[in-house]
């Protein structure tokens, strides 16, 4: 019997369908003709706590008894009645399997999911490796039909971490608490991040704000209106109102001259690829998702076969995946504002070179991406859809070239009162075109034209 094992009941059953159709429900797995397919629900064993070590904990954390820096790491079965049935019926099937393929999240949680479970239920047979980036039908039989050797160095990262993570927590919390009495948590990840919060916070309280004033002028020319904000040296803000009225009292009615105008055509490079990270904080941003709101939405949608792995560091991806690149385009025909654009690149990818494409910068999964599966985003739930939405403008916006703007600066000069003035103005909408700027181009300063030569333009203040 070949057993596959999934990090969630759903993932089985998905799978299934694809693999082994008609596979039947059996207590806590499917019955197939090519597998037996069962799952974890998550993490089902843990490392044991300080008292399995020393048991003298179990009745008082003392100073005495620490640090507990365990030689060999013991694992216990989580709480719950449900984790432990289910871990009963996997100790079962793996006594009777011929094989295992894992089929837990192709990552480092993933792995350490099954080394738990494989070291707890004294699993010793052979073992491969499905490894998926997305879970279409088409991307499920290609990565059956490529199994892999069980990553092992991912096995060793997520150990390390798992154990640092205890040795850190289980005994900074000890020590804070028998120190000080009650109970004081700590961790490694949780302390250093509380600590950059807390000195945040106290930066925000200790802020004095400072009264300041500024002065914008409107000039009249020719029948043509724009705003300049006063400047002087490195400032343009006036320390009282009383300045700042004086300032103003003297240039207004007064006649100003354009002393210089200065245009240029700049570029803005297109976005890269997203990795979780930067679609958490998008979406945020955007949205006001948490990070948490955020990796349940993508995660949804990978499941459900709308987006590739979400978790995620790289923003690359390889050569391989670049092929797949017009499928991937085509799909997103049920999007309105971005499908024309992606429809044309379909027909024609650009050269991406490396800012999209490098296998070196690709680690055990490349940038997300959306599938080749055609998404109605009117038919999923609020926030899967905000955040298939990011994914795919994303996409869509990194093959695409620069976009141009057309900027403009210039002087006024009005009783011997420096003001500026500046423009910017689309010139080439590039990767624009995909995702829209969300802040005005212009920054309150309606325009910069003076006289031809861009120094003998003249406007009344």
């Known amino acids: 019997m070949k057993l596959v094992i999934a990090e969630k009941p759903s993932v089985a059953r998905d799978l299934a369908a694809v693999m082994d159709p008609g596979a039947r429900r059996a207590d806590g797995c499917l019955e197939g003709r090519a597998y037996t397919w069962t799952w974890a629900l998550g993490h089902l064993a843990e490392l044991a706590p300080p008292e399995h070590y020393v048991p003298s904990l179990a009745g008082r954390w003392t100073l005495e008894a620490l640090p507990v820096l365990p030689t060999a790491w013991a694992l216990r079965p989580r709480e719950g009645d449900a984790q432990r049935k289910q871990l009963g019926v996997l100790r079962g099937l793996l006594r009777k399997a011929a094989e295992v393929i894992v089929a837990t999240d192709a990552g480092r949680e993933g792995e350490l999911i099954w080394a738990y479970i494989r070291d707890l239920c004294g699993y010793r047979g052979p073992v491969r490796r499905l490894w998926l980036s997305e879970s279409t039908p088409e991307a499920v039989r290609a990565a059956f039909a490529a199994l892999r050797e069980p990553p092992t160095a991912l096995e060793a990262a997520a150990r390390a971490r798992a154990c640092a993570d205890w040795i850190v927590g289980m005994n900074a919390t000890m020590a804070l608490s028998a120190r000080h009495g009650?109970?004081?948590?700590?961790?490694?990840?949780?302390?250093?991040?509380?600590?950059?919060?807390?000195?945040?916070?106290?930066?925000?309280?200790?802020?004095?704000?400072?009264?300041?004033?500024?002065?914008?002028?409107?000039?009249?020319?020719?029948?043509?209106?724009?705003?300049?904000?006063?400047?002087?040296?490195?400032?343009?803000?006036?320390?009282?109102?009383?300045?700042?009225?004086?300032?103003?009292?003297?240039?207004?009615?007064?006649?100003?001259?354009?002393?210089?105008?200065?245009?240029?055509?700049?570029?803005?490079?297109?976005?890269?690829?997203?990795?979780?990270?930067?679609?958490?904080?998008?979406?945020?941003?955007?949205?006001g998702l948490t990070a948490a709101q955020t990796l349940a939405a993508a995660q949804a949608l990978y499941e459900a076969g709308h987006l590739t792995y979400p978790r995620t560091d790289s923003r690359y991806v390889t050569p391989e995946v670049a092929g797949t690149?017009?499928?991937?385009?085509?799909?997103?025909?049920?999007?309105?504002?971005?499908?024309?654009?992606?429809?044309?690149?379909?027909?024609?990818?650009?050269?991406?070179?490396?800012?999209?494409?490098?296998?070196?910068?690709?680690?055990?999964?490349?940038?997300?991406?959306?599938?080749?599966?055609?998404?109605?985003?009117?038919?999923?739930?609020?926030?899967?859809?905000?955040?298939?939405?990011?994914?795919?403008?994303?996409?869509?916006?990194?093959?695409?070239?620069?976009?141009?703007?057309?900027?403009?600066?210039?002087?006024?000069?009005?009783?011997?009162?420096?003001?500026?003035?500046?423009?910017?103005?689309?010139?080439?909408?590039?990767?624009?075109?995909?995702?829209?700027?969300?802040?005005?181009?212009?920054?309150?300063?309606?325009?910069?034209?003076?006289?031809s030569d861009g120094q003998n333009g003249h406007g009344r203040c």
């Open 182 to 287: 009650g109970l004081w948590s700590a961790g490694r990840v949780q302390t250093p991040t509380l600590a950059l919060l807390v000195a945040r916070e106290a930066e925000i309280r200790g802020f004095r704000p400072e009264d300041y004033r500024v002065v914008f002028a409107t000039f009249d020319t020719q029948g043509y209106r724009y705003a300049g904000r006063w400047f002087s040296g490195g400032t343009d803000r006036l320390p009282s109102a009383a300045e700042a009225e004086a300032l103003a009292a003297k240039v207004r009615g007064q006649t100003g001259q354009v002393v210089s105008v200065q245009r240029k055509r700049t570029q803005e490079a297109p976005p890269r690829l997203l990795n979780l990270t930067d679609l958490q904080r998008l979406a945020n941003q955007r949205h």
């Open 325 to 451: 690149f017009p499928d991937r385009l085509r799909a997103l025909a049920a999007m309105p504002d971005i499908a024309p654009i992606a429809q044309r690149l379909a027909a024609a990818v650009p050269d991406l070179g490396k800012r999209v494409i490098d296998a070196t910068k690709v680690t055990d999964h490349h940038a997300l991406l959306p599938t080749d599966r055609p998404s109605d985003l009117a038919a999923l739930p609020p926030d899967q859809a905000r955040v298939y939405g990011l994914v795919a403008r994303r996409f869509v916006a990194a093959l695409l070239p620069a976009a141009e703007w057309d900027e403009a600066t210039a002087i006024t000069e009005v009783c011997g009162e420096t003001f500026r003035s500046r423009s910017r103005a689309p010139a080439a909408p590039g990767w624009r075109e995909a995702e829209p700027p969300t802040q005005p181009t212009q920054e309150a300063r309606s325009g910069a034209k003076g006289g």
